[in-house]
């Protein structure tokens, strides 16, 4: 099973909007509204933010916002915050194994 | 409060065997299905695989199946990860998380443990 395909990096300045795209098959993101993402600062452990592709879990900020369109997942970050900077991951149900796969993260940069 | 504790760092050598363990407490952690996720140095997150009540509830990532086991004692509320002969390739950080399951496919991980550091090293 692949991973999951994301941008190595993204950035934008304060205040401003930045989405981060995750592409995979029919297999997977295609074939299944079970995309989640997953928040990761420097030594700590994942956080999910969002799941079944734009439900928000509880206390996650109202500007995290997930989206999907075919085979391409995204998760759109708005008015960006100094503490939104971390490495973002995907992920998605895949068929191929019956377990899910992640895809190969975003470091953002808080510019 | 949901929870998930994993047991401490471990230093071994390529060839020893190693157990490593998840606590889950704060929900009924006989009713939840239990992951491992691989973190090498510097590297993205990977699925291990998942276990719910025993080996007939266990799925490998075909990438790790045959090269650790996994199993769960629910009377502990405890997972555990084990490798029989570590190589230096093992070196990384594992991770225990909750997945939420629908009609047993996988949707998300919505708890984590704090991750455990595995160094395999001569």
């Known amino acids: 099973q692949s991973a999951l395909t994301q941008p190595p990096s993204a950035s934008g300045s304060p205040g401003q909007s930045v989405t981060i795209s995750c592409t995979g098959t029919?297999?997977?993101?295609?074939?299944?509204?079970?995309v989640s993402w997953y928040q990761q600062h420097p030594g700590k452990a994942p956080k999910l933010m969002i799941y079944?592709?734009?439900k928000r879990p509880s206390g996650v900020p109202d500007r995290f916002s997930g989206s999907k369109s075919g085979n391409t997942a995204s998760l759109t970050v708005s008015g960006l915050q100094a503490e939104d900077e971390a490495d973002y991951y995907c992920?998605?149900?895949?068929?191929?194994?019956?377990?899910?796969?992640f895809g190969g993260g975003t470091k953002l940069t808080v510019l | 409060e949901v929870q998930l504790v994993q047991s401490g760092a471990e230093v071994k050598k390529p060839g020893e065997s190693l157990e490593i363990s998840c606590k889950g407490s704060g929900y009924s952690f006989s009713n939840y299905w239990i992951a491992w996720v691989r973190q090498m140095p510097g590297k993205g997150l990977e699925w291990m695989g998942i276990?719910?009540?025993?080996?007939?509830?266990?799925r490998y990532n075909p990438s790790f199946q045959g090269q650790v086991n996994i199993s769960v004692d629910k009377s502990l509320s405890t997972a555990y990860l084990q490798w029989s002969s570590l190589k230096a390739s093992d070196t990384a950080m594992y991770y225990c998380?909750?997945?939420?399951?629908?009609?047993?496919?996988?949707?998300?991980?919505?708890?984590w443990g704090q991750g455990t550091l595995v160094t395999v090293s001569s």
């Open positions: 276990i719910f009540r025993g080996d007939s509830d266990t």
């Open positions: 992920s998605s149900y895949a068929a191929s194994n019956n377990l899910g796969v």
């Open positions: 029919s297999s997977d993101v295609g074939g299944y509204n079970y």
């Open positions: 079944e592709v734009s």
């Open positions: 998380a909750r997945p939420i399951m629908g009609r047993g496919v996988f949707i998300s991980l919505d708890y």
